[in-house]
């Protein structure tokens, strides 16, 4: 068993350094994984003279790793990693970066819905010199319109609230050189944003568009819970926008009080009128209790990520690879599944 600390990895003894890592997370695809096989291998074979496909397996409780298992003791081009449970899509992610040696490395979805055949438009852009290639989605199939809908605001919320350029309509799927991704496995951050991380590291990027597909089987791994878990990691890794609305609220609700006491004294001492009845107090009492609970929710998003990096936890647990040399990592070596 090893624990994560973005290893140095390189190819099975006597084997060629792959020029192209692709990189997929795993999480009960049985369905689709004979598919998917098929379309990397057709994909893949004709675009690059060495290649690896690097499988995470992210606590699938169907039949992945079984046939994954079986396919990369026929294919030298397969290899696995197996985590001990599921640590979540981007941290899968960020394990088969960590295991990668080729000089270029594609990340994407292993639903089909990022078509391996667009991999070679991505390596044509690498080849011209840029060090990113993200694919861009021109159309996204098989989506509801709510998805849509809520997927392009945030985007454009997310590309006013930060700093930097995070393309919109963008996913994971996207081409690294290798000095991009040595720059990418310095970034250890617990709660992570993948394509947030990668436009911070910079470097030359660009786009190519593709026609997102319709998932080929099963549902998806990302109801609407964890999109919004998903979002609020996006915007609180690389925005204080929050903290500042915070702070708006704090001083609106401030100033909204003192204008209502000026209010009140002005009708107690020049009119015959009194301030009478509960109503208006109690909106009062909680517009301002709303707004402290508000700001509390905010600054309690922020806190309990610092919580989690001074933990200092591993980011996964490999429980056992296939296709890797065993590796020292730390007290610890890695184990080779047989």
Request: aromatic share 12%; charged share 20%; hydrophobic share 45%.
């Amino acid at each position: 068993m090893s624990f994560a600390s973005a290893p140095s990895v390189g190819p099975r003894h006597g084997e060629q350094s792959p020029m192209l890592s692709v990189v997929l997370p795993i999480f009960n695809e049985e369905a689709i994984i004979p598919e998917l096989l098929r379309r990397l291998n057709s994909g893949l074979v004709d675009v690059v003279p060495a290649y690896e496909v690097i499988f995470v397996n992210d606590g699938s409780r169907d039949r992945s790793l079984e046939l994954l298992s079986t396919a990369a003791r026929k294919d030298p081009h397969l290899k696995i990693i197996n985590f001990s449970r599921n640590f979540g899509h981007q941290v899968a992610i960020t394990a088969g970066i960590d295991y990668s040696s080729g000089e270029a490395v594609v990340v994407m979805d292993a639903d089909l819905q990022d078509p391996p055949e667009a991999i070679s438009s991505l390596v044509e852009k690498w080849r011209e010199g840029f060090d990113v290639v993200y694919a861009v989605r021109s159309e996204r199939a098989g989506e509801s319109a709510f998805k849509r809908v809520t997927a392009a605001l945030f985007y454009r919320l997310l590309k006013r609230l930060t700093q930097i350029e995070i393309p919109a309509d963008v996913g994971d799927f996207r081409l690294m050189s290798r000095r991009a991704v040595e720059a990418f496995k310095s970034l250890r951050e617990r709660h992570r944003f993948v394509r947030g991380m990668v436009s911070w590291v910079g470097f030359r990027q660009t786009a190519v568009f593709y026609q997102r597909e319709a998932r080929y089987a099963g549902s998806t791994k990302y109801p609407l819970r964890k999109m919004m878990s998903f979002a609020m990691d996006g915007i609180a890794s690389f925005s204080f926008a929050p903290l500042h609305l915070a702070t708006y609220l704090g001083l609106g609700a401030a100033g909204m009080s003192f204008f209502y006491l000026v209010y009140a004294l002005w009708i107690r001492l020049f009119t015959d009128q009194a301030v009478t009845g509960w109503t208006s107090l109690m909106v009062a009492i909680l517009f301002v209790g709303g707004v402290q609970l508000i700001t509390l929710g905010i600054i309690g998003e922020y806190i309990g990520r610092i919580y989690d990096e001074i933990k200092q936890r591993p980011l996964y647990i490999v429980a056992d690879t296939v296709g890797f040399d065993p590796v020292v990592m730390g007290a610890s070596v890695e184990r080779e599944r047989p």
